[in-house]
């Protein structure tokens, strides 16, 4: 295609350097809107913009060797921090940060944040990688913590926590403790690398050699994400209406995994796709179109639907979404990272690399600039 063009700008080749044409972007949908009152759903629209245009000039520095393993495990390492900072405290913690006017407000999370991450990566990658580099084992083990604090925080909503303690500190801090140790106990049951035996990214020390190829409990586990996202666009009909918290906390476990089930069983069982290929175009895809209904929109999108209307169209609005981004990603990824081969003979390299841009960095990313920076400087 018409990638190996060169736009030069004062001497500078921008494909080589696409992250200078991606700033530029930016600082020009910043002219045209600045001092306009924007509303939805023009204001989520422009967010995901900002949002690609920031996720894939980070992504355009690196190597995609080097941002499919380091910086894409980097990344990933925050985003527990962000789902208890954005989700939990709702941005309300640390009081101090809370009380900042805006661009200050978001530059504090945003740099508590890092650090966070930065002290859970180090973390990580002793204990859970043994310290023998950004492998497969600990990218996977890395998923895994984001999954269980979906689980816990979105799903489960802290419950059994909130039941012995109502401190958002307690709360937020258990919320971590659950998802690092879960994604550990998880791992450690289901995960077998012995597939990789040979390889050089294989360490035996670092495979806790599991009931299943980890390819399977890695794509049924991000599925159950995508299910629970889609339980959110339905306001958890049809069990919005269980009053007692265990119960409900039980009947959404169980639909949750029934879901996942299904689609898993007609995605890899039935329509006999790769595992790692589904992984990274049906739920990744999937997960990532939802949050422009969900998060950047704000659930502005079909206010006069009843319930389970809305959710089916939402439903389809983010398979729609889904889709256009993800051609969107796949059709810039040689722009910004060069070559990608897709499938077992380039070793995933397509693929893994669309997983680690969607959900690896740019979900980061969007949370920022929609929590952390509450839509600024796009919303005054």
Known sequence: MGFDKRFNCRG???????????ASIIAAVLHIYRGKVMKQPLLGLLALLLVIIISLGIISLFEEATFSTWVAFLFMC???AQIVFALVWHCSIPAAASRLAQPARGIALTVLTALIGMVIAVLTYQLAGKGHGVTPMLI???????????????LWQCWPVTL???NPLV???SALLVAYLGAYGLFTVFFDFS??????VYFPGADPGGMFMAWIPMSFAVTTVAMILTLILFDFWPIAGIRNQAVRVLAATILVLALAALVYYLGVCLAGMDKVRYLSLVPVSYIFGIFLPLTLMQGS???NLEQPLKGLALVLFSVVTAVVLQRLYLLLG?????????????HYQEELWLASALLGLTFPVLVVVTDYFDFWPLKR
């Open 12 to 22: 500078i080749d921008i494909r080589d350097k696409p992250c200078i044409l991606f």
């Open 78 to 80: 925050c985003v527990p």
């Open 140 to 154: 996977m083990y890395s998923i895994m913590t984001v999954v269980v604090t979906f689980w816990f925080a979105v």
């Open 164 to 166: 012995l303690s109502n």
């Open 171 to 173: 709360i937020g801090a």
């Open 195 to 200: 597939f990789l035996q040979g390889a050089p």
């Open 301 to 303: 999108l079909f206010p």
């Open 334 to 346: 040689p722009v910004v990272s060069g070559p990608l081969v897709a499938g077992p003979e380039g």
